[in-house]
């Protein structure tokens, strides 16, 4: 059996790794725990339960629990944020004071320790209660080394303040640059140790603030159907919840409304749009014993539809479960900073003790040996290393947005630098999805004014995107008696005369000729005649977005091949890539075929980012290695997608690219000097040429570095146009 599980309790992706070899010590279970939609997707025989293996997840000592379709959305975030605003507002006066001597009022310490009771103990227990219940579990992680540090620090201070006389009032704190044999307890180290809890509870909540938007997608993707529904029933209409409709209901459509659900036409005639599900640019004309899809919206006619597949067999929850499998699979993000911890963590803990022994030994004395110990402890918190991927997040995604570009989170910027093949989707990402006249060929004797007035005026009253493409560019005369012919045209009185517009079967029906077609032009074709000529023909054609052709030639330079899936004809979607410079086109793609012609790259070894904006490219977006949704699209769409381009210029993508590139460089270099930072000077402090305010000094500076080497993405400067 198959089951997902909703986890609770996880602080970093080390949690994730210890929970699911936990679940795959059971035999027979195959567990994947994915740490940034805390879920587990675990394969298990039949003959063990849910309660078996949610208990293996609390032996490890984290929650799970069954997922809850209507449940809030876990907003860690809102959670950290009133103890991240405390910690600074009690924290700054307290660094203030540890290291400014002019600000070293009598009786400072004093404030300064309760200050820094609330904020190590209150503010950063989640550090304290991960660590205490990975001790339990005999294991260490970043919140061990955090808390330990951090509760040593204010063990010592407190000693201090009350066996020595760091607490005397008139005590200044003045800086050395190692420890003093003598005076270790006229020392005080809250300012180290709140530093540490401040600094990382914000690399916490920017972290959480990217997560919090994981499970969004597939909510989207199900609010595109249609909520509630006309069910015949002996010849009355019945308004009821969608969840109540059953195989072989009669559902009555009516103009502008959505389709309920997946079904057959057993009465009526119009034109569905199926484009926010299937991706064509048109609508399409459906009659008695067409396929309708559930979401798909009743532009003209009234329908009468009988469902074939309702519920979590419609195709519209195929395509969120298609969602949903590929966001909760196992990524292969490098999280460096919580992967070193199983070796870093204990190491830094070794070093410590025997920093305090050595010391010991050599007759360094009880306070020195500790101080020594205390130093080594705080100048190894890993503030810099929990805030190299945050801050450079945080600038970069803020400088994204400036550029109308979202970016979801670190591990998509791993995976941007790694792409080989982007794929685009057409209607609506490389084209606008609004129609428009490619060309007009009037018969001789008839303008180019002449044809498109009549065809304007005639389809003036109809709500067909063809017949709006048509309004836009003329202006109209008289219309009277007009009529919808379904499935082929429009007539009507234009200025008195009867005037049709519509498909070449139409005029076929008013026995006319059609006139031979001058230009072999890519679009819709509407014919325009009247009783007893033809008028000449129009094509209206969705257009290309601007500078379409400038952004598939600048991602080529990035080392990126394009690929054109679409579900229209092979004839158009060839036309659109030769255009902008395409040479890899699939054609008549459904959304599964989407999905799988990424697998069928992804098992090429290829890396694959997919740029689309409909529903019918959430499943691609999401089994993509990077999605970028068109921010013009629809939410589901946004949801699925690691990226969102906000802006309606397409080189927002180039940029997205580029911007994703450099973020992640920056993280690089942050780890590299966080890394570099530690190895350098955890040594000076177990040798003693560090006192361990020094320690929280080099470490807050070391933070510092960090923040600024990020703030330098503000300046990342869009592709020039």
């Not at 600094?199 to 959480?208: Q, S």
């Not at 009468?304 to 519920?311: D, E, Y």
């Not at 080594?376 to 450079?392: K, Q």
């Not at 008696?481 to 005037?499: A, C, H, M, S, W």
Request: proline letters at 3%; aromatic letters at 4%.
């Amino acid at each position: 059996m198959l089951v997902q599980l909703d986890i609770d309790g996880m602080t970093c992706a080390s949690c994730a790794a210890r929970i699911e070899k936990k679940l795959n010590k059971v035999d027979g279970v195959e567990a994947s725990v994915n740490y940034a939609t805390e879920r587990a997707t675990v394969e298990a025989p039949d003959s063990l339960t849910t309660a078996e293996l949610i208990a293996v997840v609390e032996q490890a000592g984290y929650g799970a629990r069954l997922p809850e379709p209507d449940a809030p959305t876990n907003d860690e975030a809102s959670k950290l944020r009133p103890r991240l605003v405390l910690a600074f507002a009690l924290g700054i006066p307290v660094v203030a004071l540890s290291m400014v001597p002019a600000l070293q009022f009598p009786g400072w310490q004093w404030l300064a320790m309760v200050l820094s009771v609330v904020v190590v103990f209150w503010t950063g227990r989640s550090f304290h209660q991960a660590a205490w219940t990975n001790l339990r579990h005999g294991s260490t992680t970043m919140d061990t080394l955090v808390s330990l540090g951090t509760v040593t620090a204010m063990a010592w201070s407190i000693f201090a303040m009350l066996f020595g006389h760091a607490g005397m009032i008139g005590m200044k704190h003045e800086f050395e640059l190692t420890l003093s044999r003598q005076d270790a307890l006229g020392f005080v180290y809250f300012e180290a140790a709140v530093a540490i809890i401040a600094f990382l509870l914000l690399g916490r909540y920017i972290e959480a603030k990217a997560k919090v938007e994981s499970g969004k997608a597939m909510r989207e993707l199900l609010q595109v159907g249609a909520k509630r529904a006309r069910r015949l029933v002996n010849g009355v209409e019945q308004e009821v919840d969608v969840r109540l409709l059953r195989v072989g209901d009669e559902i009555v459509v009516r103009p502008g409304e959505k389709v309920a659900a997946d079904g057959e036409v057993v009465e009526g005639r119009s034109a569905v749009d199926q484009s926010i599900i299937t991706g064509e640019s048109l609508p399409v004309e459906v009659e008695p014993g067409s396929h309708v899809v559930g979401g798909a919206v009743n532009t003209t006619g009234r329908l009468l539809v009988r469902a074939t597949a309702v519920g979590e067999d419609s195709q519209l929850a195929h395509m969120a479960r298609l969602v949903e499998e590929a966001q909760t699979g196992k990524a292969d993000v490098q999280r460096l900073a919580d992967k070193v911890t199983t070796i870093f963590v204990p190491t830094v803990i070794v070093i410590s003790v025997l920093a305090l022994f050595v010391h010991l030994l050599m007759g360094s004395g009880l306070t020195f040996s500790l101080s020594a110990a205390i130093a080594v402890l705080i100048i190894a918190c890993p503030c810099a290393l929990g805030l190299a991927t945050p801050s450079a997040l945080m600038v970069g995604t803020g400088r994204g947005a400036q550029l109308g570009i979202i970016i979801r989170g670190p591990q998509v910027l791993e995976r941007a630098r790694k792409v080989s093949t982007i794929v685009f989707d057409k209607t609506g990402t490389i084209t606008t999805g609004a129609m428009s006249v490619a060309a007009t060929e009037p018969v001789d004797g008839v303008s180019d004014e002449v044809l498109l007035r009549a065809a304007a005026t005639v389809e003036s009253a109809s709500e067909h995107p063809i017949a709006r493409a048509l309004v836009e560019v003329v202006e109209t005369g008289q219309l009277t008696e007009f009529e919808n012919l379904p499935g082929r045209g429009v007539k009507g009185l234009v200025d008195g005369i009867q005037t049709y517009a519509g498909s070449p079967a139409l005029i076929a029906e008013l026995g006319l000729a059609l006139p031979e077609r001058r230009r072999d032009v890519i679009g819709s074709e509407v014919w325009v005649a009247t009783d007893t000529r033809v008028l000449g023909r129009i094509v209206v054609a969705d257009t290309l977005k601007e500078n379409a052709r400038q952004v598939i030639s600048e991602l080529k330079r990035l080392g990126l091949t394009p690929v054109l899936l679409s579900g229209d004809n092979e004839k158009t979607a060839r036309a659109v890539a030769a255009e902008v410079g395409i040479d890899d086109v699939r054609a008549g793609v459904t959304p599964q075929g989407k999905v799988d012609a990424i697998k069928e790259f992804q098992a090429g070894g290829k890396q694959v980012a997919m740029v689309g904006d409909g529903v019918n490219d959430a499943a691609a977006l999401a089994q993509a290695d990077l999605g970028i949704a068109m921010g013009s699209g629809t939410d589901a769409a946004i949801a699925a997608g690691d990226i969102t381009l906000m802006r309606h210029d397409l080189m927002a993508a180039v940029d997205a690219v580029r911007l994703s590139r450099a973020t992640l460089n920056k993280i690089k270099s942050n780890l590299v000097w966080a890394f570099a930072y530690n190895t350098a000077a955890i040594p000076l402090a177990a040798l003693g040429f560090l006192t361990p305010i020094i320690a929280g000094a080099a470490m807050a500076f070391s933070s510092v570095f960090v923040v600024l080497n990020s703030l330098t993405l503000k300046f990342f400067q869009p592709t020039k146009r």
